[in-house]
T-cell receptor, first 113, second 112 residues
Framework: DTAVSQTPKYLVTQMGNDKSIKCEQN?????MYWYKQDSKKFLKIMFS???????INETVPNRFSPKSPDKAHLNLHINSLELGDSAVYFC????????????FGPGTRLTVT | AQSVSQHNHHVILSEAASLELGCNYS??????LFWYVQYPGQHLQLLLK??????LVKGIKGFEAEFIKSKFSFNLRKPSVQWSDTAEYFC??????????FGTGTRLQVFP
C-alpha cells in the first residue's frame, strides 16, 4: 500500500525541455507539498496546496508550475529546464489541523544535461 | 523568520556507541519539532515528533529526543547505534503554518 507515490522515479532530460512529475497520495490528506533536495541534501519547500488551492509558494522560478487536479494529486511541471534544476524532488502530504506530520514520497531524481 | 541549525554535518561512529545529534531552531512562538531519517536512496521517514506535553519524546528504532525550550534545542539521541542506522538525519520545525523548515541534515555513518 503506497501512501505517497511519485512518477517517474528517475528523469534524465536535456536543457530547454519541459517535463512533469506526478504525485498521488491515498492517505485522504488535505494538503500536499513539493520539496527540492539539492546535491548537498538540503531540503527546501517549494509549494503547498490545500484542497487544490495554492497555500505556499516559495521563491521559485516561474518555470515551475504546480497543478492540483484534486486533493489527492499534485503534479509539478517544469518549463525550459536548466542545469541547476537537477535535484531530487519530493512530494509530501499531510492533514491540516492538529497534526502537521508530513508523509513523503520516494522522490524523483531529475538530471538535466 | 524560522530557521533550523544542525551543527554536526557528518558523524562517524562504531556500532554500540551512543549518539547525540544537535538541533537548534529559531522561532519566537509555539513550535512543532520533528526528526526525519533518510536511508540511502530512500525517502524521508518520520523518526519522532514533538507537539506538546512531555519534552522527552520516544520514536521508532530506539531513538528519542528532548525538547529544551530555554535552549531552543531538540537533540536526537540513541544509546547504542547499529550499522543499519547509517543514514541522513534531518531536524525540522514548523510554527503556526504547515510550512516545514528543515535543517541541513547530519550524515551518520556507523561502522561494524
Amino acid at each position: 500500500d503506497t501512501a505517497v507515490s511519485q512518477t517517474p522515479k528517475y528523469l534524465v532530460t536535456q536543457m530547454g525541455n519541459d517535463k512533469s512529475i506526478k504525485c498521488e497520495q491515498n492517505l485522504g490528506h488535505d494538503t500536499m507539498y513539493w520539496y527540492k533536495q539539492d546535491s548537498k541534501k538540503f531540503l527546501k519547500i517549494m509549494f503547498s496546496y490545500n484542497n487544490k488551492e495554492l497555500i505556499i509558494n516559495e521563491t521559485v522560478p516561474n518555470r515551475f508550475s504546480p497543478k492540483s487536479p484534486d486533493k489527492a494529486h499534485l503534479n509539478l511541471h517544469i518549463n525550459s529546464l536548466e542545469l541547476g534544476d537537477s535535484a531530487v524532488y519530493f512530494c509530501a502530504s499531510s492533514l491540516v489541523g492538529n497534526s502537521y506530520e508530513q508523509y513523503f514520497g520516494p522522490g524523483t531524481r531529475l538530471t538535466v544535461t | 523568520a524560522q530557521s533550523v541549525s544542525q551543527h554536526n554535518h557528518h558523524v562517524i561512529l562504531s556500532e554500540a556507541a551512543s549518539l547525540e545529534l544537535g538541533c537548534n531552531y529559531s522561532y519566537g512562538g509555539t513550535v512543532n519539532l520533528f526528526w526525519y531519517v533518510q536511508y540511502p536512496g530512500q525517502h524521508l521517514q518520520l523518526l519522532l515528533k514533538y507537539f506538546s506535553g512531555d519534552p522527552l519524546v520516544k520514536g521508532i528504532k530506539g531513538f528519542e529526543a528532548e525538547f529544551i525550550k530555554s535552549k531552543f534545542s531538540f537533540n536526537l539521541r540513541k544509546p547504542s547505534v547499529q550499522w543499519s542506522d547509517t543514514a541522513e538525519y534531518f531536524c525540522a520545525v514548523n510554527g503556526n503554518t504547515d510550512k516545514l523548515i528543515f535543517g541541513t541534515g547530519t550524515r551518520l555513518q556507523v561502522f561494524p
